[in-house]
Nanobody, 123 residues
Framework: QVQLVESGGGSVQAGGSLRLSCATS????????MAWFRQVPGKGREGVAA????????YYADSVKDRFTISRDNAENTVYLQMNSLKPEDSAMYYC????????????????WGQGTQVTVSS
């Protein structure tokens, strides 16, 4: 059973930064697309960023472009989300996810999900 474990969430003031990490037990980890999604209560899950198997292609939601950076370390089986210039509207539960085939920000492509880590940005 593949496991995804997120960490790095917390509370920060607007304009601040956080770095989320997602460790996976999958072997071979490098063969899947990895992504971050977020969700607030009462709303659907939103794709934030995704990175292809080799790390050469990345996808970002328009709302986070130029502020967030997704990266992966295949040697460490870990994917990261560096979040800068955070805004109150970035507050959400952030989930790491893995997709075995196609990449991108469409949630139904992802069949493995972590438990989530909370990010709260205060104004």
């Amino acid at each position: 059973q593949v496991q995804l474990v997120e960490s790095g969430g917390g509370s920060v003031q607007a304009g601040g930064s956080l770095r989320l990490s997602c460790a996976t037990s999958r072997n071979p980890y490098s063969s899947v697309c990895m992504a971050w999604f977020r969700q607030v209560p009462g709303k659907g899950r939103e794709g934030v960023a995704a990175v292809s198997t080799g790390g050469g292609t990345t996808y970002y939601a328009d709302s986070v472009k130029d502020r967030f950076t997704i990266s992966r370390d295949n040697a460490e089986n870990t994917v990261y989300l560096q979040m800068n210039s955070l805004k109150p509207e970035d507050s959400a539960m952030y989930y790491c996810a893995a997709a075995p085939f196609r990449c991108g920000l469409i949630s139904y492509r992802y069949n493995t999900w972590g438990q989530g880590t909370q990010v709260t940005v205060s104004s």
